[in-house]
């Protein structure tokens, strides 16, 4: 299979962030009902941060479990393998999506190369095996579905 392009993972991106702050929208309604005089306070602050960390970390790492793509990635034919299976066709082994252990990698590998500019996904114009940095440091591969 051959490798997703950068522009096609930076169209699935757009995508997901579209779903994950709704989500986090949602998930965050509480917020208002703190006590105005806690609002202010570093450890909710805090808190709140872990939280929406954690919110958008479970939508990422249940949809690659649940089958190797995110709501984005389904739309741009993008779906993401274990590096280490070296089967040749996605759909032949079900078991070949990754654990909670490779997510918790993936994402925040993720987080740093954005924070960094972005450098960890512009890896993957230079990676002759087009791996951006969460790809390596997780053992995964994003591939380019067919059109059906």
Do not use: C
């Not at 609002?39 to 872990?50: E, R, W």
């Not at 925040?108 to 996904?121: E, N, R």
């Not at 993957?124 to 053992?139: E, N, P, R, T």
Request: cysteine-free; hydrophobic content about 45%; charged content about 10%.
């Amino acid at each position: 299979m051959d490798s997703a392009s950068l522009p096609r993972i930076l169209g699935a991106i757009t995508y997901d962030l579209i779903i994950v702050f709704a989500i986090i929208f949602v998930a965050a309604q509480w917020f208002p009902l703190v006590p105005e005089h806690l609002q202010s306070s570093p450890a909710l602050m805090l808190f709140k941060q872990v939280y929406i960390l954690g919110i958008s970390y479970f939508y990422f790492a249940y949809s690659w479990q649940r089958g190797g793509q995110t709501i984005g990635m389904k739309s741009w034919r993008i779906r993401l393998l274990q590096n280490n299976t070296g089967q040749s066709e996605p759909g032949q082994n079900e078991r070949n999506t990754i654990g909670w252990r490779q997510s918790a990698i993936r994402y925040s590998i993720a987080i740093v190369s954005w924070l960094i500019v972005g450098m960890g996904f512009i890896w993957i114009v230079f990676s002759h095996q087009h791996k951006s940095w969460h790809d390596i440091a997780s053992g995964t591969r994003l591939v380019l579905l067919p059109k059906t």
